[in-house]
């Protein structure tokens, strides 16, 4: 018999409110009416089945993640529902009310569902859903939740259940009525009441499958107004038998708009075997009878990948797309390559485009989202390292990720150059006209619209520089920024009411250590930031993080054996014994701010180094003599035939789950 279940967020325990951002996906920040702000995600939650002496086997399942900030500094943070299987957010919006609509798949059999549309789904089969959430500081309450799914049965040629929906895109309009944009290879897909969807069953004799993407409407009293599919794919295989089992199609909706007549527009890609996908933007009409019209990407770019768009009160569409160049050799399967991404503007009736900008291309580009101001004009995000990205004269440049402004015209106006991770969903106003940005680990900045106006864009690990991550008692974090002062002299900074000790100060960057009377475990700390002229006020999770600093962002920052920095020209021998340094260990109390250690002190928790799955038991873990209380070392003993690369991993302090650090390297003779 199984013992007692506890379940650990990202292998950090959920009962000590411990915050398990490791693992967290942002899908879209909310400005709520109310003046408070919503980040909806998805969670990965590890479960164990606990028997007196030791664990029973691991399970992990996906799950919705809701973080709702409210106008009065109060917060809440937490799973939407909690039921047997993977429920993951792909789309949010909010309505006039409030109140929060979730768009997403999941396999759960038991998923919660409240005056649901379509109240059953077959055994295991990953499903659409749509839930309407009340959201509040103090939680959140589900007041609609449906699936979005067929009835067809498992395949009778393999015997295994190759049927899914999943719902990508939802939007509402004025009035409350709710629209949700997916795909599904379903042929009974909402089929009661009858709207089939697709004329083909989901897969046939030779595992061809066919996605076809959809829009539907859902009235304010919660009952399905229409649904319509809106595109297939494509196959572009050809040469008889060779493309028996090569005839797959897929589209997809990844945005969608209504305007002032009820009229929806859908944009997503297309794609399917031997095609690596277009992008297409269509309106249908009003009551979603018909397609009003249809049209394509622009065709200097072969091949697009990810679609985000916007609608301005005049009609017209941004488009912001990543494409890419198509290779195909011989007859074999056509390859994407050399990613790029392209902004553009189409006109109200679709007939053509206002502009076209191509941005560069590069191995990181993603598309993140965009949004539009009062005015109309576009704020684009994401990330690329193109040296065709335009540039701005005076623009931060921290990293790789942007939010970049075009006008009306799509001239460039405004740039911001952001760390990597610093914004993974589209961006959102607040009410006072700063842009929002949900970034890794489902951290929020407000980014105001101002070079010289001082903001904190992010936060990190000093050592591992794993965003949004590192608030821990002792440890050393660095805040990410712009408009900051030149010198760590003209800034105070308070943490949960305690003094933070300043380590460096520059007008992008600013080096902290987080108190060491901090309180384990507080699921948000507020952070102020005292400037000539200014504050900042930040809300902070408890976000436990172990990093490894390093020389070059790969090696390790180490010393050999005889005490000299390992280095390629003086590398450490097997079986001798190294020294690591980092940040983000548990340590015992009474350690004090900012002091230098003077003689060793264990930590908390034991640190062990792990090479190749082999745990190496370390020689000795704790404070660093002559470095900075925080600072931990690690003296790790090599084996005679070391394995690349090294992390540390330390277990929680309270017995269950791990922290691991980046992975690093070590120069080996």
Not at 39 to 60: D, H, K, R
Not at 196 to 203: A, V, W
Not at 209 to 223: D, E, H, R, W
Not at 472 to 477: N, T
Request: charged share 10%; net charge negative.
């Amino acid at each position: 018999m199984a013992g007692p279940r506890v379940f650990i967020k990202c292998r950090l325990l959920i009962a000590l409110a411990i915050v398990p951002l490791a693992c967290a996906t942002p899908t879209r920040v909310l400005q709520l009416p109310s003046g408070g702000q919503v980040v909806v995600g998805s969670q990965l939650f590890t479960s164990y089945s606990v028997l007196p002496g030791f664990f029973g086997a691991e399970t992990q399942r996906w799950r919705i993640w809701l973080t709702v900030s409210g106008s009065n500094s109060q917060s809440y943070s937490g799973a939407v529902i909690a039921d047997g299987g993977n429920d993951i957010a792909e789309d949010a919006a909010v309505d006039s009310a409030g109140n929060i609509w979730i768009a997403g798949e999941t396999d759960s059999d038991d998923f919660p569902l409240v005056n649901p549309i379509f109240a059953q789904k077959v055994p295991y089969r990953v499903a659409g859903f749509v839930l309407e959430i009340s959201p509040s500081p103090m939680g959140a309450t589900v007041v609609f939740a449906t699936y979005l799914t067929g009835q067809e049965g498992v395949t009778a040629t393999t015997g295994i259940n190759v049927c899914s929906a999943s719902a990508t895109a939802i939007a509402t309009d004025s009035a409350g009525n709710v629209y949700v944009g997916g795909n599904t290879n379903e042929a009974d897909f909402l089929a009661s009441p009858a709207v089939n969807l697709n004329s083909t069953p989901c897969t046939d004799n030779f595992g061809n499958s066919s996605y076809v993407s959809f829009a539907l409407k859902i009235s304010t009293a919660g009952k399905l107004v229409y649904g319509k599919r809106v595109m297939t794919g494509a196959s572009m295989c050809v040469g008889g038998s060779r493309c028996v089992n090569q005839l797959s199609t897929l589209a997809t909706a990844n945005n969608l708009a209504i305007d002032s007549t009820g009229a929806l527009t859908v944009a997503g890609t297309a794609s399917g075997s031997w095609n690596p996908g277009n992008g297409y933007i269509l309106k249908l009409a009003p009551d979603g009878s018909s397609v009003q019209w249809s049209t394509t990407t622009p065709s200097t770019f072969q091949a697009v990948l990810a679609l985000a768009m916007a609608q301005d009160s005049s009609g017209n569409i941004d488009l912001l797309g990543q494409y890419a160049s198509v290779i195909a050799v011989g007859g074999l399967d056509p390859t994407a390559v050399s990613p790029g991404l392209f902004a553009a503007q189409l006109k109200p009736d679709g007939s053509g485009f206002n502009y076209v900008t191509d941005l560069g291309q590069s191995n990181d580009v993603q598309v993140a989202g965009m949004v539009l101001d009062s005015a109309g004009r576009p704020y684009l995000a994401g990330t690329s390292s193109s040296a065709q990205f335009p540039t701005v004269a005076g623009a931060p440049n921290l990293g790789p990720d942007f939010v970049l402004q075009l006008d009306t015209a799509g001239a460039v106006q405004m740039l911001f150059g952001l760390p990597h991770g610093a914004v993974m969903a589209p961006p959102a106003f607040d009410l006072k006209g700063n842009l929002l940005l949900a970034g890794a680990n489902n951290w929020v900045a407000t980014l105001p619209l101002s070079y010289t106006t001082p903001a904190v864009v992010a936060f990190a690990n000093s050592a591992s520089y794993a965003l949004n991550t590192g608030i821990l008692p002792g440890a050393l974090v660095t805040l990410f920024g712009f408009g900051l002062p030149s010198s760590k002299d003209d800034v105070q900074i308070s943490m949960g009411n305690l003094p933070v000790p300043i380590l460096y100060g520059g007008s992008n960057q600013i080096n902290l250590q987080v108190p060491f009377e901090l309180g384990d475990g507080e699921m948000l700390t507020t952070l102020q930031i005292d400037l000539p002229g200014a504050t900042l006020s930040l809300q902070m999770p408890w976000s436990p993080s172990l990093g490894v600093f390093t020389l070059d962002g790969t090696h390790a920052a180490a010393l050999n054996q005889d005490g000299t920095v390992n280095s390629a020209s003086n590398p450490a021998a097997a079986g001798s014994i190294v020294t690591m340094f980092g940040t983000g260990a548990f340590w015992p109390s009474g350690m004090q701010d900012g002091a230098v250690a003077t003689a060793a002190a264990p930590a908390a928790v034991p640190i062990q180094l792990v090479a190749d799955l082999e745990i190496l038991n370390a020689l000795y873990s704790g404070a660093a003599p002559g470095l900075i209380n925080g600072v931990f070392q690690v003296n790790v003993q090599l084996p005679a035939q070391p394995s690349m690369p090294l992390t540390l991993q330390e277990n929680n302090r309270y017995g269950v789950g791990t922290l691991s650090s980046n992975a690093v390297l070590l120069y080996l003779q």
